[in-house]
């Protein structure tokens, strides 16, 4: 079996991604070592756990499982409580370990579980989700949502140890395949022309599930964020470059109740257009790249904007306030990751509100 590494340096908090087929069973001997003697316990998505928990079980045996509903709404104060007196009933220590089975959602959770378990436990994640795999699964970012806003409450609590098994994806409903791939062409947007070029020409079989562009596609993106992490990883500095179309998507999110009628990788696809058209109206970026943006976004069944998401009902007051909700708010402020050509994004911040609230009513009513 041929594993593809994929390395984060954090220094005594480093750890490698695996990437391939059946990784799950090559990485074994692996998780097995960093599980160690504690007491381990998998917190897993319930539709996931169906359909392939057994190979987890097979890898690490019977033990503790609590499971959770499928989809954004579990990341709420409701679902962390409960997980989190689970956990500790199961006996998970400091020395224990949370493995995360599932998408962003759950990874998202169990980590933040696991950052807060006993003042900080350790966790693995098994991504099941190209989404996952590709971006919440690398980089210590945990979280749960709030009614003011999404990821609002968390901790950067980094894994020991990321499985990134391709079977996992033969399951994957087509949808969940496309939100996926937005945060893949983010990548390439916010610093990777050559990878964007690479996308355009090669989505079809990304989105196919041929092996050996979705493990190139995969090893690409974790490498980036992965060398960004490294580099600023508590998001002080150029990390905020990975939130590329995230405070356009979040409100768009917020307005859909953080449930299916729009999936995350969604809101960031039509965020990441949005930003790349107010860029093009305010000379920043030449019309024709959001242009080439938008094309191929929708190209993929992506929504590239807000009247491509089925009855939304939102006004450019509502959005800019939720907006305003976003984490990388300072003194008042909004910032946006903006950009100045494909591959070329930057942080742009004390951005003016009035030309974005006339920004947000033209792309609502155009």
Known sequence: ?????????????????????????????????????????????????????????????????????PGEASKNFEQYARVSEALLKAGVGRDGTVIAFGGGVVGDLAGFCASTLRRGSQFVQIPTTLLAQVDSSVGGKTAINAKAGKNLIGAFHQPALVITDL??????????????????????????????????????????????????????????????????ETEKGRRALLNLGHTFGHALE?????????????????????????????????????????????????????????????????????????????GGALTLILARDIGDAFVAKNIDPAPLRDFLAQELQS
């Open 167 to 232: 079977a996992f994806l033969d399951t994957l409903p087509e949808r969940q395949m496309r939100a996926g791939y937005a945060e893949v062409v983010k990548y390439g947007l916010l610093g990777d022309a050559d990878f964007y070029s690479w996308l355009d020409q090669n989505k079809d079989a990304v989105l196919a599930r041929d092996d050996a562009a979705l493990t190139h596609a995969i090893k690409i993106s974790c490498e980036m964020k992965a060398e960004i992490v490294a580099e600023d």
């Open 254 to 330: 917020a307005v859909c109740g953080y449930s299916d009628r729009l999936l995350h990788g969604e809101g960031v696809a039509a965020g990441m257009a949005m930003a790349y058209r107010y860029s093009a109206a305010h000379g920043l970026c030449a019309t024709q790249h959001a242009q080439a943006v938008t094309q191929h976004l929708r190209a993929t069944g992506l929504p590239a904007g807000p009247l491509d998401i089925e009855g939304l009902s939102t006004d450019a007051n509502e959005q800019l306030a939720l907006m305003y909700q976003d984490k990388k708010v300072e």
């Open 1 to 69: 079996m041929t594993l593809t590494t994929v390395p984060v340096s954090l220094g005594t908090r480093s750890y490698d991604i695996h990437i391939g087929r059946d990784a799950l069973w090559g990485c074994a001997d692996a998780l097995r070592h960093v599980i160690g003697r504690g007491q381990a316990a998998i917190v897993a998505d319930e539709t996931v756990w169906a359909a392939h928990g057994q190979r987890l079980i097979d890898v690490v045996g019977d033990v503790p499982l609590i499971t959770v509903p």
